[in-house]
Each structure stands twice: as structure tokens, then as C-alpha cells.
């Protein structure tokens, strides 16, 4: 097999139908794929619904909503494919994208992890020259600063007219590994729920040498953010998961010193902010999203708490975090 397809859902079934259709029409001569779904327990009737529209594929409901991180590896586990395209459902794939994706990255054996061009439903393209976070350019303030005092500098990185760049991550929603590079690595790194992992399955991939590339020949459809935020509670969930990644992320790229110095800026800036705006949000209790901010403050307050206990930055919800409970 030379593709296996892995597609992580978790109640994104409206998306993943339209998905799951652009790719039962894709019929190749040239190459050979398969489609792996995991369905993080949903546990909302639509599993044994799609397992049945879409026999030909495999589709299979995990233990539990694990994260994205070991949703990605249990689909890796069972895949027979030379390659693996991570791909997320609010995305739809035709037969030129996985052709190219796999031609690139046959031909370009440097490059660990390739990624294609994204368009969205308004035909706006995503910006792709994403850098690792840094000491200096962590936070918003500074990464704007940063890219303001080194603009040409990027911009001849980025502005090019080549088939291929270079960024230093792409996001998850698209992602060609081949099991080589995958098995290097060891995969996705469990100590992520959502959010972050992306960027640090690419710094895995830099740390040993290997590439992060985008090629320009491709292009996939994806609508962004379309399953994450379905309410007020499950937004303050994401958000606050937004939160929690960034310090897993420090916990395991900086070296102690810088540790600490980011985990404070961060716990002190996210909670006067929060702190702030939840007493706003009582005087104006009419504007619905301004809810979100105490339903953070009460979800952080208890990460804290948490994380002071534990001695561990990784979230309660990510799978890496049970083997430290055990």
C-alpha cells in the first residue's frame, strides 16, 4: 500500500461526510491507498451510521475522546501504507493532491513532513510561514515585533516562486509523513489533548535533520475550526486547551531557566486577562460570548491547581497524562 489515509473525528460527522465523499470518488491507476478513520467515542448514534455508509473504508471508534495526538497514532498503528497523510475532516482530498503529495515526497526524501496549500470556503488561501515559538517572539506582542523588525528577511523565505517552501510547521490538518520518518520520530507526542502538537511533530522532525516543506503543485480544501467550537462550554473547553498545549509546549522544548520564565509570563498575562474580563462579563451578563471567559477562569483555575499537584504541565485529558496518574 502506498497511502494510508488517517482521518481523527470526534462529532464532526457533517464534515466528514463531505470528506469521506471526495475521497470514495478519487479512483487512481497509479498509486494505492487506504482510508483509516478514528472516531474519538463520539458516543452520539453517528458511528455505526457511517461505519456502514462507508464499508470500504476502515472506520473505528477509539477508547475514549483521547485527543488528536493518539488518535493519530491508533490510526498509524493499524495503517499498511509506506506513507501516511494525516488529514483532518473539515477537509476534502482529489486524486491531483495525493499524486503530488506523494510524487514531492518520494523525490524529496530530505523533507520529514510535507504539506500542500490550503484554500477555505471564502477562497482565501492560509498563511503558511508559520515559526516555532521562541524566547523571543512566544507571545503575540513579541511575535509581531519580530516579524515587523525581520520582514524582508521572511518575505524573501516565504515569497517565492518555487514549487516547494520551507516554513518551520504546518498544521495538522494536512500532513504527509512517510513511515520512515514517522517511526523516527515515534510519532505524535501524547502529552498533547488539541492543540500544539502540530508544531511539535514538525520540531521533532527539524531536531533530527529532516525538513518541513509545502509544495505550491497541490492544493486541498479545508474549513478551518469547523467541528471544535459547537457552543459556549465547548468553546471555553478549546480555548483553554489553547492554554494548557502552550505550556506543555515549553515544558518540553525550553531548557529550565526559559521554563520558568515563559510559565509565569503566561500565568500571570492569561489570568489577569480572564480575571478581568469575568467581571465585565457580570455587568454585561447580555453578550453570551463574554461567558466564555469565567467558564476559562473556573477550567485554568482548576489546570493549576492541578498542575501544582501532579507536577506535570500536560493536560488531565491527554493519554500521556494517565501514565503519570498510574
Same mark, same amino acid.
Given at each position: 500500500?502506498?497511502?494510508?489515509?488517517?482521518?481523527?473525528?470526534?462529532?464532526?460527522?457533517?464534515?466528514?461526510?463531505?470528506?469521506?465523499?471526495?475521497?470514495?470518488?478519487?479512483?487512481?491507476?497509479?498509486?494505492?491507498?487506504?482510508?483509516?478513520?478514528?472516531?474519538?467515542?463520539?458516543?452520539?448514534?453517528?458511528?455505526?451510521?457511517?461505519?456502514?455508509?462507508?464499508?470500504?473504508?476502515?472506520?473505528?471508534? =477509539?477508547? /475514549?475522546?483521547?485527543?488528536?495526538?493518539?488518535?493519530?497514532?491508533?490510526?498509524?498503528?493499524?495503517?499498511?501504507?509506506?506513507?501516511?497523510?494525516?488529514?483532518?475532516?473539515?477537509?476534502?482530498?482529489?486524486?491531483?493532491?495525493?499524486?503530488?503529495?506523494?510524487?514531492?515526497?518520494?523525490?524529496?526524501?530530505?523533507?520529514?513532513?510535507?504539506?500542500?496549500?490550503?484554500?477555505?470556503?471564502?477562497?482565501?488561501?492560509?498563511?503558511?510561514?508559520?515559526?516555532?515559538?521562541?524566547? /523571543?517572539?512566544?507571545?503575540?506582542?513579541?511575535?509581531?515585533?519580530?516579524?515587523?523588525?525581520?520582514?524582508?528577511?521572511?518575505?524573501?523565505?516565504?515569497?517565492?516562486?518555487?514549487?516547494?517552501?520551507?516554513?518551520?510547521? *504546518?498544521?495538522?490538518?494536512?500532513?504527509?509523513?512517510?513511515?520512515?520518518?514517522?517511526?523516527?520520530?515515534?510519532?505524535?507526542?501524547?502529552?498533547?489533548?488539541?492543540?500544539?502538537?502540530?508544531?511539535?511533530?514538525?520540531?521533532?522532525?527539524?531536531?533530527?535533520?529532516?525538513?518541513?516543506? *509545502?509544495?505550491?503543485?497541490?492544493?486541498?480544501?479545508?474549513?478551518?475550526?469547523?467541528?471544535?467550537?459547537?457552543?459556549?462550554?465547548?468553546?471555553?473547553?478549546?480555548?483553554?486547551? *489553547?492554554?494548557?498545549?502552550?505550556?506543555?509546549?515549553?515544558? =518540553?522544548?525550553?531548557?529550565?531557566?526559559?521554563?520558568?520564565?515563559?510559565?509565569?509570563?503566561?500565568?500571570?498575562?492569561?489570568?489577569?486577562?480572564?480575571?478581568?474580563?469575568?467581571?465585565?462579563?457580570?455587568?454585561?451578563?447580555?453578550?453570551?460570548?463574554?461567558? *466564555?471567559?469565567?467558564?476559562?477562569?473556573?477550567?485554568?483555575?482548576?489546570?493549576?491547581?492541578?498542575?501544582?499537584?501532579?507536577?506535570?504541565?500536560?493536560?488531565?485529558?491527554?493519554?500521556?497524562?494517565?501514565?503519570?496518574?498510574?
Amino acid at each position: 500500500m502506498d497511502i494510508s489515509i488517517i482521518i481523527v473525528n470526534y462529532r464532526g460527522w457533517k464534515a466528514l461526510d463531505e470528506c469521506l465523499e471526495s475521497i470514495a470518488t478519487i479512483v487512481s491507476k497509479t498509486i494505492s491507498f487506504e482510508v483509516i478513520v478514528i472516531d474519538n467515542f463520539s458516543n452520539d448514534g453517528q458511528f455505526s451510521i457511517f461505519k456502514e455508509k462507508y464499508s470500504k473504508f476502515t472506520i473505528i471508534e =477509539n477508547s /475514549g475522546n483521547n485527543g488528536f495526538s493518539n488518535g493519530c497514532n491508533v490510526g498509524a498503528s493499524m495503517a499498511t501504507g509506506n506513507h501516511f497523510l494525516f488529514l483532518n475532516p473539515d477537509t476534502k482530498l482529489t486524486i491531483e493532491a495525493l499524486e503530488i503529495l506523494l510524487q514531492t515526497a518520494v523525490s524529496h526524501p530530505e523533507i520529514g513532513i510535507l504539506s500542500c496549500l490550503q484554500i477555505n470556503e471564502n477562497a482565501i488561501f492560509y498563511k503558511q510561514n508559520n515559526l516555532f515559538p521562541a524566547l /523571543g517572539r512566544f507571545f503575540g506582542i513579541s511575535r509581531a515585533l519580530f516579524r515587523k523588525w525581520n520582514k524582508a528577511k521572511l518575505e524573501k523565505r516565504f515569497n517565492t516562486t518555487t514549487d516547494l517552501f520551507y516554513p518551520d510547521w *504546518v498544521t495538522g490538518a494536512v500532513i504527509f509523513i512517510s513511515r520512515d520518518w514517522y517511526t523516527k520520530i515515534n510519532g505524535w507526542n501524547e502529552d498533547y489533548w488539541l492543540y500544539f502538537e502540530d508544531v511539535d511533530l514538525c520540531k521533532k522532525i527539524t531536531d533530527i535533520g529532516g525538513k518541513v516543506g *509545502v509544495t505550491r503543485k497541490a492544493t486541498i480544501f479545508h474549513q478551518h475550526g469547523g467541528a471544535s467550537r459547537l457552543n459556549i462550554k465547548t468553546k471555553a473547553l478549546t480555548k483553554t486547551e *489553547v492554554i494548557i498545549s502552550k505550556h506543555t509546549y515549553i515544558s =518540553n522544548q525550553f531548557t529550565f531557566g526559559i521554563q520558568i520564565y515563559l510559565h509565569s509570563l503566561l500565568i500571570i498575562g492569561v489570568l489577569l486577562e480572564k480575571i478581568i474580563l469575568s467581571v465585565i462579563s457580570l455587568f454585561l451578563f447580555f453578550i453570551p460570548k463574554l461567558k *466564555v471567559n469565567r467558564l476559562m477562569l473556573k477550567n485554568l483555575s482548576v489546570y493549576y491547581f492541578n498542575a501544582i499537584q501532579k507536577q506535570t504541565w500536560i493536560s488531565p485529558r491527554a493519554m500521556n497524562y494517565l501514565k503519570i496518574k498510574a
